[in-house]
Nanobody, 121 residues
Framework: QVHLVESGGGSVQAGGSLNLSCVAS?????MAWFREDSGKEREGVAI???????RYADSVKGRFTISKDDMKNTMYLQMDSLKVEDTGMYYC??????????????????WGQGTQVTVAS
């Protein structure tokens, strides 16, 4: 069982940037970022596979960049031009197989504990 630890969250003004990291205890082909705000359903933000393929939620395209360093078993989420609506708890998730690798929360069984991102207006 792979363990995931997120870091890099914080409080920023709208228009600012944050870079989240997710360190995994082992290798995973498919990794993703999700976010959850109070009262809302967990939302897929971005997904990356070890061949470099990425997909993004429409709400973050052009502002967020997901990447993965397999030598370090670490995934990143560079978040630029942050908006108030980007506020939430950000979770990383991992899946060993490429099969079923989708930006849906029920595609993943391994999750980190989350890191809070707060964007002020």
């Amino acid at each position: 069982q792979v363990h995931l630890v997120e870091s890099g969250g914080g409080s920023v003004q709208a228009g600012g940037s944050l870079n989240l990291s997710c360190v995994a205890s082992g290798y995973s082909i498919c990794m993703a970022w999700f976010r959850e705000d109070s009262g809302k359903e967990r939302e897929g933000v971005a997904i990356v596979t070890s061949d470099g393929s990425t997909r993004y939620a429409d709400s973050v395209k052009g502002r967020f960049t997901i990447s993965k360093d397999d030598m370090k078993n670490t995934m990143y989420l560079q978040m630029d031009s942050l908006k108030v609506e980007d506020t939430g708890m950000y979770y990383c998730a991992a899946r060993y197989s490429r099969i079923g690798c989708m930006l849906k929360s029920d595609s993943f069984r391994t999750w980190g504990q989350g890191t809070q991102v707060t964007v002020a207006s």
